[in-house]
C-alpha cells in the first residue's frame, strides 16, 4: 500500500473515530443534565413533603390546645379587629364598621397590604399584632430528622446544609456547616416555601444545598461513564494497534521488496560469471590450455561457493523462524574456533590490505556449544567488520573469562552504526542504510543470525558503535549450555 492511501486511510479513521468520542461525549452530558433535572425534582418534592409535614404538626398543635386560629389586631383605643381563618385557611374580617373600607381594596392584594391600607385609614390607631417568629413554629430538631427522612426515601444520600430563610434572604435558622456555603444556600440552594396557608404572616423559605452535587452526581453515573470510558479505550487502543500494524507490514513489505533486489543482484553476479567460465571453457582453444583451463574451474568453484553460502543463510533464516533449529552440543574451544576463522577469511583482508589482530585473554576457553553455528557467528562478526569498513579494515578480536562465561569482542574501523539503527539492527532483514543497497553484500540475516544462536546457547550480544568511529560487536557465551534443544 502506498504512503499515500495510508495516511489518507489515517485520516478517515482519526475523523471517525473523533466523531464516536463526540457522540459519546454529548450522549453522557445529556444524560448528566437530566440527571440533574431529575435531581432537582426530587429535592423539591422532599422540601415540599417536610413543609407540609411541618404545617400538619402546627395545625395538630392548635388542636389540641383548642385554639381557635383568630388574631387580635388590637387599636390602640377600645375598639378591636378580629380576623379569622376560614376552614380554608382564607382570612375573614368580622368588624361591620370596617367592612367597607377593606371592600374598597384589591381583593388580589395580600393581607398585609391591606392592613397597611387599614392603618392609613385608622390614622395610624390601629396597630396589627400578627407577627410570629418562625423558630417558635418549627422544632429544628424535628425539622432536620424529617428533611433527612424525605431525602434518604428518595434515595438521597448526598451531604448537604440547610436553613431557614425570610423573605429577605437573611438565614433564620442554620444548620451545622452551613456558614463555609452560607452565601450559596441564600441563592443557589433548593426552596420550598413554609407555612404556604398563612394567608397574614411574612413567607419563610426552607433552603438546602448541596455542596458536592456535581461529585454525587458523577459518582451515580459511574456504571455509564466506566463502561463508556472502557469502550472508548479499547476502540483507541484497537485503532492505534491497527496503524501500526499497517505500518509494520508496511516497512516489512518493503524490507522484503529490498531483500529481493539484493538477493537478485547477489544471485546473478555469480550466476553471470560462472555462465560466462562455462562458455570459455567450450572454446577449443582455452581447452588447450591448462592454465586457463584451471584458472575457470577455480572460478566456477569459488562462484558456486559463494552461491552455496547465500543459500545456506536464507535456510538458516528459516530454520529460526519455524523454531526447527537443534544444537549439537560439545565441548569447544573458541581460541582454536577463532583462529581457523581467521586463517579462512584472512585473504580478504590481504585483499583491501587491512590487518586483523587477536588478543585472546581468557585463559579458560572451553564451552559446550554447537561447532557449526558457533562457527558462523564468529565467521558472520568478523566479515560485517571487514564489509563495513570504508578503507583498510582493522579489526580487534578479544576474549575475556566472566564469572559463568567467555565474552567475545569484535572491535573494527568501519563506517559505525547511528543509535536509532542500533535498535533495529539485530531484526530479521534489516540492513543500515549505506546510502547505496547495493554497496554493500548481503540479505541482512547475519546479524538476525547471529543473535539467534548466541540466544539459543544461553548467552547474549550487544553493540556499542558511533558514526564514523567504528563498532564493537560483543557476545556472551556461558562455560555450560543450560538450554534445551
Known sequence: ?????????????????????????YWVNNTFI??????????????????????????QK?????????????SKGDSTLIVDYGKQGQAL?????????????????????????????????????????????????????????????????AAYVYGIFNRLQQPEYKSTGADAHLQNLAVNGYRAQLFTNDAIAEPNYLKVFFPNE???????????????????????????????????????SDIKNDFINNMTHELKTPIATISLACEALHDPDMQKSATGMKSYLSMINEENKRLGVLVENVLRTSIFENGDMKLRLQQLHLHSIIEQVIQNIDIQFKKRKGQLITNLMAREAFIEGDNLHITNVIYNLIDNAVKYAEG???????????????????????????????????DKLYRVPTGNIHNVKGFGLGLSYVKGVVEKHGGHVSVQSELKKGSTFTIYLPYKNEEKN
Open 392 to 426: 583498510p579494515p582493522e579489526v580487534l578480536v578479544t576474549t575475556r573469562n566472566e564469572p559463568d562465561g567467555i565474552s567475545i569482542s569484535f572491535q573494527d574501523n568501519g563506517i559505525g552504526i547511528s543509535k536509532e539503527n542500533q535498535k533495529k539492527i539485530f
Open 214 to 252: 456535581s461529585r454525587y452526581l458523577i459518582g451515580s453515573m459511574w456504571m455509564m461513564l466506566a463502561t463508556s470510558g472502557i469502550l472508548m479505550l479499547v476502540i483507541m487502543v484497537l485503532f492505534s494497534f491497527s496503524i501500526g500494524t499497517i505500518y509494520k507490514q508496511k516497512k516489512l
Open 62 to 74: 392548635q388542636a389540641l390546645a383548642g385554639n381557635d386560629r383568630s388574631v387580635s389586631i388590637r
Open 34 to 59: 437530566l440527571r440533574e433535572q431529575d435531581f432537582a425534582s426530587t429535592v423539591s418534592k422532599a422540601l415540599q413533603q417536610v413543609s407540609n409535614q411541618l404545617e400538619k404538626i402546627e395545625l
Open 1 to 25: 500500500m502506498k504512503q499515500k492511501y495510508i495516511q489518507i486511510l489515517i485520516a478517515f479513521s482519526t475523523i471517525a473515530i473523533t466523531g464516536l468520542i463526540a457522540i459519546q461525549v
Open 93 to 157: 374580617l368580622r368588624d361591620e364598621s370596617l367592612q367597607r373600607e377593606f371592600d374598597s381594596i384589591n381583593p388580589n392584594a395580600d393581607i398585609l397590604t391591606k392592613s397597611g391600607i387599614l392603618d392609613d385609614i385608622m390614622g395610624g390607631f390601629i396597630e396589627l399584632d400578627i407577627y410570629r417568629s418562625v423558630l417558635d413554629r418549627v422544632d429544628t430538631t424535628l425539622l432536620d430528622s424529617m428533611l433527612q427522612a424525605a431525602l434518604l426515601d428518595r434515595g438521597v444520600r
